[in-house]
């Protein structure tokens, strides 16, 4: 069973941070205007604030960087099969260098990218503002859903409920 719930203001920036808590790590697309050949690579998010900006760590000298100099636009695919969750983002960049920022964001996980810990003079923060969004996703309970999709399977009636639409921050 689908339902389409398109969300908005406030419950949509609450679905964006539970999906991307839940998730986290998402293929971030840079390079999208050149001959539609985009560059993807997993990371991390480290924060999604109460405006519904998505933030990330990066190296200042990164490719990654460099081509947000050239075209800020950008897309992030979230996915996580096991939980049947799914969130795509397009938006665009920032390259934010803020000592406050990163301190704020700092986790004992980043110091594998910068050796020098939140001091490291290559540190960048990617402030990603979302345009739109669209997301899917079952709620509830992981077993008791897997449990739902046994039961669908068995006798063909559809048990779990999901949930997609666009979140409109």
Known sequence: MNSITNLSDAAAIEKLQDLVDDIDVCLFCTNLKNDNVANCRPMSAQKVDNQGNLWFFSDINSEKNREIKHDNQVQL?????????????????????????????????????????????????????????????????????????????????????????????
């Open 77 to 169: 695919f979230f996915s996580s099969p096991s939980r049947n969750s799914y969130l795509i983002i397009n938006g665009h960049a920032e390259i934010v260098i803020d000592r406050n920022k990163t301190q704020e964001l700092w986790s004992p996980l980043v110091r594998a990218w910068f050796k020098e810990g939140k001091d490291d003079p290559n540190i960048s923060i990617l402030k990603v503002v979302p345009d739109s969004a669209y997301y899917w996703n079952t709620e509830g309970n992981t077993m008791f859903n897997f449990f739902k999709k046994i039961v669908t399977a068995a006798t063909g009636k559809n048990l779990t409920e999901t949930k997609h639409g666009n979140l409109q921050l």
